[in-house]
């Protein structure tokens, strides 16, 4: 008779489940891909059988249990295979040890350490007092307080549990200044931030001051500085000579390297200017020496205008922002060729195509949306903060189908999280606590697109993936809206919505973003954003310099299954992220498991225009180019972005950076590294 309980390692005792035994004998008999002949369902019973009477059995002596019957069966490939399971569950739990976390969520020990470094919360001899759920529980918990001021006591303890539920599972996990700071003294939960940059010198410095103020709650921050007269231009306050837009950046840059937003990650910033500004070829150049720069992104803003004469391979006018003045012409074709080759070499600056952006601009009477947060998919407009939240499209695949009804009941739980985040924020500035509870504007995205694909056998670089991307960036704008408007409903709309375009009256100005997602997607197991796998064996480097291993667990799932997994194939994987080259591997596995740089940038470029045609603000997607790719192919990724109506394109080509987030060189033990460039934990 099978046992009520059974008792876990650290003695808590939970329900018995026989289908966690049969599934682990399965696992065991698809060892190597051999299929030793064997009903997993049987062998699983008597296990249970064997099982002695008395005590409530140990989660070992089940173990042991297990080992002892495949034996007997003369299954010894089986067992070994088992024990070996065993084993790599050991070494885990051991790493999660020496890491000093505890946690019951089947996390990775990659996770694991991303939430020891940053997230969960320690005393003041800094030593771990939380663990992975009580971070979710302050979280959901802090939240949830928002609806005191909607509902009964019972209705809010409800919607915690909820929120609870959806971030222990790793359905949805919000941005990481929510995970770091709710329910804290610091309880500043935004991830973006804009802010003005006036052309003085005491509006120069207080957007210095402001910045240091956000980076040290753990925001980061887009700046505009277009509005910064050039250098060599008349200052007639003083009758001195401006030294323009770049001398001041340089001033942020360091500022920002100086300051560690809480000890816990480097700040990060988006530099943006105008095709315009008689700066612009300086700006463009601006990375072209390594080390400058390193805290920001750069994005050059074109316009319809720049457009037309690079098509019409004519001249368009520079402009003094001073006074609005002609300051002379220059060939777009020279600094759209000029611009391509840097972005080739160095992967700055991205581009923004400000008229794209603007014409979606929800509140036009309040301003013009001329900056974004530091990986661009969120325009905003001067002081505005915006809150992000991504769910995890991974979990939500189940026996090679997506399950569209729960994602779009998560949709509209998240969607609410999100707005509840609004009102328990603390604003590190009046201003933006003014403007964002004026718009209310949320960015709820998605994470773990590629992880799906290869769950629905879809390769990244196909008509289906791209028609599945249209569907869920449809299906993720619909159900937002529409809890966006259920809000608006029971809460009111959003402040100025009457000053606004948006017709149907909703809670938020804006409902979806689509974010890098981070280091959020290394707590919830999954790849990045919208991104494709960037290799299946590959290193992350993150954490003030720890270098993070990580091996596609799906992949190695089905070379087990299929009976090509062996440690000399893992060990090829590992030196060449990829597995295009071996043919050992089955070709429609091959199809299946494309990485980023075995995809033409055309198909990176598709798959975020699919998302775009779906996202009230923007998308963020790095277009990965291979080292041998051409500034001329990097000047065709730009027009076809403009051309499918993105809001902004970022291309990398690998190898043009000597510090670089991902890297391929194989499987090394985690250990000491070097962070490259800018980043944004959204």
Request: glycine residues 10%.
């Amino acid at each position: 008779m099978a046992p009520e309980q059974v008792r876990k390692r650290d003695g808590s005792l939970v329900p018995f489940q026989l289908e966690k035994i049969t599934a682990a004998i399965g696992k065991a008999l698809a060892t190597d891909g051999k299929g030793e002949p064997g009903a997993p369902d049987e062998l699983a019973r008597e296990v249970v059988q064997a099982l002695p009477a008395g005590p409530v059995p140990t989660v070992e002596q089940i173990q042991d249990l297990v080992e002892e019957t495949l034996i007997r069966h003369g299954l010894p490939r089986t067992a070994k295979g088992y024990i070996l399971y065993r084993q790599r569950r050991a070494e885990i739990r051991q790493a999660k040890e020496l890491l000093g976390v505890r946690d019951q969520l089947k996390l990775t020990v990659n996770a694991a350490l991303v939430l020891r470094r940053r997230y969960l919360q320690r005393d003041a001899q800094g030593e771990q007092t939380e663990t992975p759920e009580g971070l979710f529980r302050r979280v959901a918990h802090a939240v949830a307080a928002a609806e005191a001021a909607y509902g009964d006591r019972s209705r809010q303890e409800q919607i915690e549990e909820a929120f609870y539920r959806a971030m222990v599972q790793l359905d949805f996990l919000p941005n990481s200044p929510t995970l770091m700071n709710a329910g804290t003294e610091v309880g500043q939960l935004s991830a973006c931030f804009v802010l003005p940059v006036e052309d003085s010198i005491a509006g120069i410095f207080e957007a210095l001051r402001c910045m240091a103020i956000v980076h040290k709650s753990g925001g980061g921050t887009g700046f505009s500085f277009s509005g910064l007269r050039p250098r060599g231009d008349v200052v007639r306050s003083t009758m001195g000579v401006a030294s323009g837009p770049l001398s001041f950046m340089r001033i942020f840059d360091v500022t920002t390297e100086v300051i560690k937003q809480g000890g816990r990650r480097r700040g990060a910033n988006m530099g943006i200017l105008r095709c315009d500004h008689p700066d612009i070829l300086d700006f463009i150049q601006a990375k072209q020496n390594e080390g400058t720069l390193d805290n920001f992104n750069l994005s050059v803003g074109l316009t319809e205008d720049f457009m037309r004469a690079l098509e019409q391979d004519g001249d368009y006018v520079l402009r003094n922002p001073r006074d609005g003045e002609a300051a002379g012409t220059l060939r777009a074709s020279e600094v759209f060729g000029l611009l391509a080759a840097q972005a080739w070499s160095t992967g700055d600056p991205g581009v923004l195509f400000l008229d794209a952006i603007e014409r979606a601009n929800p509140t036009p009477e309040l301003g013009r949306l001329e900056a974004t947060n530091p990986c661009g998919e969120q325009p905003l407009l001067p002081w505005e903060s915006c809150n992000l939240g991504s769910i995890n499209l991974r979990n939500f695949v189940r026996a090679g189908q997506l399950d569209r009804t729960r994602l779009r009941e998560t949709a509209h739980l998240a969607l609410r999280f999100l707005d509840d985040v609004i009102d328990v924020n603390r604003y590190p500035l009046e201003e933006t606590r003014r403007i964002t509870l004026g718009n209310r504007k949320v960015g709820l995205g998605v994470m773990g697109f590629a992880d799906a694909l290869t769950l629905l056998d879809v390769p990244y670089d196909s008509e289906r993936a791209v028609a599945l991307a249209d569907e869920i960036g449809a299906l993720l704008q619909t159900e937002s809206r529409r809890a966006s408007e259920a809000l608006a409903a029971e809460r009111g709309p959003f402040p100025n919505h009457g000053r606004s375009a948006v017709g149907t009256p909703r809670r938020n100005a804006t409902t979806t973003s689509i974010a890098p997602t981070g280091t959020i997607s290394i707590i919830a197991g999954c790849s990045s954003g919208i991104e494709p796998l960037f290799a299946l064996s590959f290193v992350r480097n993150v954490i003030e310099g720890s270098r993070l291993a990580e091996t596609n667990s799906r992949f190695e799932s089905v070379a087990r299954d299929r009976g090509f997994l062996d440690g000399a194939l893992m060990g090829e994987v590992a030196r060449s992220g990829s597995i295009q080259r071996l043919e050992r591997v089955p070709v429609d596995v091959r199809r299946v498991f494309v990485t980023a740089h075995d995809i033409a940038p055309e198909w990176h470029v598709r798959m975020q225009a699919a998302f775009q045609r779906h996202c009230d603000n923007a998308v963020s997607k790095t277009i990965n180019f291979p080292r041998s790719a051409t500034p001329d192919q990097v000047a065709r990724a730009f027009r076809l972005a403009h051309e499918s109506g993105c809001k902004g394109i970022t291309v990398f080509r690998d190898g043009s950076k000597s510090r670089q987030v991902l890297t391929v060189d194989g499987p090394p033990v985690l250990g000491d590294g070097v962070p490259g460039g800018p980043r944004c934990d959204c």
